[in-house]
């Protein structure tokens, strides 16, 4: 509701000016220079499945599942070895567990065959393993390979278009314009930091405006201090 609801304020506004855009990263850039995402990983094959499995989950809740799952295979043979029963049995507490269970045992068997092991620094190739979508690819890429994606999610999406900044209707209409738009030197960090803002300033109900970084230069007209 509140995502929709932003998606429609979207496309009233006016567009943030070139000014305006860097002085709000450079904001984010001064609080947190170094953002991290926060699901628990190793590498770039743990990375990834947590990521699959954070498909309408929290990252605490995936990092709690991950922890005995990672501890008992922590490689694509080692996780094909485990089986679907016993990675379903690790991650029974997340929703969806059976079907993310199949696809991870299926994805690690994929890199087996596919890619000697190794996870793709590649979208085409990411996205063509089951579990994989755009946004998961993007946040592999970012922070596995460090390429300068931008990952929307559901707290990204609602920031995009509350604020103005990047306007949407779909995720990807809120990528492109965001890609569009933020300075180069901002790319690397700058969906962790929106994603972050989304998750615990601009929330979905009673955002924390009084906290807010970009207060002054959002368009949101219900702001809540």
């Not at 089986?83 to 507490?93: F, K, L, P, S, Y």
């Not at 779909?170 to 965001?178: D, H």
């Not at 300075?183 to 972050?196: E, G, N």
Request: net charge positive; with cysteine.
């Amino acid at each position: 509701m509140a995502n929709a609801a932003a998606a429609v304020h979207g496309r009233t506004v006016s567009p943030w000016s070139e000014a305006e855009i860097t002085e709000a990263f450079s904001r984010f850039e001064s609080q947190d220079p170094e953002p991290k995402g926060e699901l628990d990983h190793t590498d770039a094959f743990t990375l990834l499945v947590a990521v699959v499995l954070s498909a309408q989950a929290t990252d605490t809740g995936v990092n709690k599942a991950t922890k005995g799952l990672f501890a008992a295979a922590s490689t694509p043979a080692a996780m094909v070895a485990l089986g679907e029963d016993q990675v379903a049995h690790h991650i029974r507490t997340l929703g969806l567990f059976r079907g993310k269970a199949k696809n991870v045992v299926e994805l690690s068997r994929l890199l087996l065959e596919r890619h000697g092991g190794v996870v793709p620094k590649d979208r085409e190739a990411l996205e063509a393993l089951p579990g994989v979508g755009r946004k998961t690819a993007n946040v592999v890429l970012n922070i596995a390979f460090g390429v300068p994606t931008i990952a929307v999610d559901t707290h990204l999406f609602r920031v995009a278009n509350r604020t103005g900044l990047a306007p949407g209707a779909t995720p990807l209409a809120v990528e492109l314009g965001l890609e569009a738009r933020i300075p180069d030197r901002f790319k690397l960090h700058a969906h962790h930091w929106l994603i972050l803002h989304g998750r615990y300033i601009c929330k979905a109900t009673k955002p924390a405006c009084g906290r807010c970084l970009i207060t002054d230069l959002c368009r949101w007209p219900e702001k809540n201090f």
